[in-house]
């Protein structure tokens, strides 16, 4: 029941349905006009050019391509009012918009209100903006130059000078789309704190996921110690004594007595190897397991989507460079959703040779490459925020690097870091 109710609060919902709702009654309308019946079903400036032409706006040829046009907006209208549409807005969403306003002024002049809230959705504020204040200049000259029959005869019965009825009918266009543009941007708003909030609880996953493996690496090396500090003392004097017990046994000449100690004294020092053996692998074997950080923070993501390509080396990291790179990745991937508007991240990660004569960093192994690649905005112009200064500084601490190879269109993002830091 919650999921439904909150499915019917979304704008792509209630938009979809108002559209349907308007198109319903005009394809009524027609229908009803088909049937011989009185009716006025599209007064647009499609009907004013037609009566102009001399033709009737009840002929039966008129009322079917109106229909045929209401049709088309209905479906493009559809497709366009779609939840991930309002999230990440489409790069052709200006001339999508444009192309329903135009249909919806050659049909009827009841359309375009909707229009203009699915503007104020789509399009930035000054775009919007700009939109439904042309609605109000093109909606006065139609006025004037294309009336329809409702407001021809509104003109003719009203005798008032032209600049008043031009008043009045600005006064109600500014009213209607500024009530449309208000209410889309309500909405737009209110899509921009659902995805920064998803971006935040992502991330807040991500690291809590880190941190559940790191609670997991200290739970090891703990152990080892114990390992190592309680049965190695205690294998250690085991062994001694038995020691002392063969040097004791062989005064008294005791074949068998000395056989037996001689290998209860090999069990003990087989055993104690064992256990360093043990104790040797498990720290060797510390590891973080960073992929599934990523992955929770990926799909925490839902208006976005997270490509990951990570090599198993993700599974086995320290855990110094697991939490740099997630953090630098979680920086990375939240900008890009959050600022850049892109619709598509992909976050790649292996293991690459260091370079050659690069210092301090050739006595550490090999490096782990994460690139963080996205199709958002980018910047003509590259100013390092205090989040790439912020990478830059996590990397520079491990002896790695963070280098912005792209920057417009898009950005594209390249952290190294030792993996064994």
């Given amino acids: 029941m919650d999921r439904l109710l909150a499915r019917i609060a979304q704008p792509a919902f209630v938009l979809r349905i108002a559209a349907l709702a308007i198109c319903l009654l005009e394809l009524a309308s027609a229908v009803w006009g088909l049937m011989g019946n009185p009716t006025e079903p599209y007064d647009g400036v499609l009907a004013s050019l037609y009566r102009r032409r001399g033709g009737d706006t009840h002929d039966a040829p008129f009322v079917l ?9 209905a479906w493009h209208f559809w497709r366009l009012a779609r939840q991930q549409h309002l ?22 002049p009841g359309l ?40 021809r005869l509104e003109q003719v019965q009203a005798d008032l000078p032209w600049w008043l009825n031009s008043l009045g009918l600005a006064t109600s266009m500014v009213a209607l789309h500024g009530m449309a543009f208000g209410l889309g941007r309500l909405a737009a708003a209110e899509a921009e704190r659902r995805r920064w909030f998803q971006a935040m609880l992502a991330e807040k996953r991500s ?3 880190l941190q ?54 090999l069990g003990a020092a087989g055993l ?12 060797d074997s510390q590891r973080i397991n960073l992929e599934s950080a990523l992955r929770a923070l990926a799909d925490g993501i839902a208006s976005t989507q997270i490509e990951l390509a990570l090599d198993p080396v993700a599974q086995d990291l320290t855990p110094r460079c697991a939490h740099a790179l997630l953090r630098c990745v979680q920086e990375a991937v939240t900008n890009a959703v959050r600022h850049a508007g892109a619709t598509r991240v992909r976050v790649s990660l292996e293991v690459v040779d260091p370079p050659k004569g690069a210092a301090g960093i050739e006595d550490r192994g090999s490096q782990v490459q994460v690139r963080v690649d996205d199709n958002g905005r980018g910047t003509r112009k590259l100013r390092e925020g205090n ?32 993996r064994r830091a």
């Fill in 65 to 73: 391509t109106c229909l045929a046009l209401v049709m088309f907006f």
């Fill in 87 to 108: 999230d990440q807005p489409p790069r052709n969403a200006l001339s999508r918009v444009l192309l329903l306003d135009l249909l919806a002024l050659l049909v009827t």
């Fill in 112 to 151: 375009p209100f909707l229009v203009t809230v699915l503007a104020a959705l789509l399009l930035n504020v000054r775009r919007a903006f700009l939109f439904a204040l042309a609605q109000v200049v093109i909606n006065i000259a139609l006025y004037w130059l294309l009336p329809s029959e409702a407001q």
């Fill in 207 to 209: 690291g809590e996921q």
């Fill in 212 to 265: 559940v493996e790191q609670l997991r690496y200290a739970e090891r090396l703990h152990m080892a110690r114990e390992l190592h500090d309680v049965m190695g003392h205690h294998l250690t004097a085991l062994n001694l004594h038995l020691q002392l017990s063969e040097a004791l046994l062989q005064r008294h000449d005791e074949p068998g007595a000395a056989q037996a100690v001689e290998k209860a004294k």
């Fill in 272 to 283: 104690l190897a064992e256990v360093r053996a043990a104790v040797s692998r498990e720290r």
């Fill in 387 to 418: 989040g790439l200064k912020g990478m830059q500084e996590r990397m520079a601490e491990l002896g790695g690097t963070m280098q912005v190879l792209r920057h417009h269109p898009g950005f594209l993002i390249e952290l190294n870091c030792p």
